[in-house]
């Protein structure tokens, strides 16, 4: 017969009930967080999207060029910064970390329509850019997958097509 001490089965049903618990209040997407996007500091107008990213827990920074004014309390990142992202499919997939400088919160966009990150979506923070009256950033023509023109590896049907080259795996 195996006994058990009552102290022992108390610490590790304890333990278990902690470890449950601490990822009780995690997010699936944090961002928001500052960033290093390495050595070359953006141009102005010039969106980048750095990977990896050891800053960000997806690993991915996106710096977005500031287009209007910014609402009291946020922060352009300066220099070579930027702020993690996260791939999203909705608004609601984007979660902010709560030391983000982006004080609005975040919106699913496209950021890029070239390089290995084109066409797919990201969480862009609110407060850089200018959202229309939709609500919702419009998925730019080069990213449309019914145009066939559009060479992004990215979009549906181009993997491993013979009309794409570039796009095998």
């Known amino acids: 017969m195996i006994r058990r001490h009552p102290g022992g ?19 699936d997407n944090p961002v928001g967080r500052i960033c ?13 999207v750095a990977s990896p990213s050891l800053d960000c827990v997806s690993r991915t920074c996106l710096r977005v060029p500031k287009t209007g004014e910014l609402p009291p309390g946020s922060n352009f990142p300066e220099g070579n910064s930027g702020l993690c992202t996260a791939e999203c499919s909705a608004d609601s997939d984007c979660d902010r970390v709560p ?6 919160g975040f919106t699913c966009g496209i950021a890029v329509t070239v390089g290995p990150f084109c066409c797919r979506k990201f969480c862009i923070c609110k407060d850089y850019i200018k959202i229309p009256d939709t609500g919702q950033l419009a998925t730019p023509k080069a990213c449309d997958p019914t145009v066939m023109d559009n060479k992004c590896c990215n979009l549906t ?3 491993n097509n013979a009309s794409y080259p570039l796009c095998r795996t």
């Open 9 to 27: 089965v108390l610490v590790v049903s304890l333990t278990i009930a902690a470890l449950a618990m601490s990822g009780y209040g995690c997010s």
């Open 36 to 48: 290093d996007l390495g050595t070359a500091t953006p141009e102005t107008g010039e969106v980048v």
């Open 99 to 104: 030391e983000s400088p982006c004080i609005t």
């Open 157 to 159: 049907g181009r993997q």
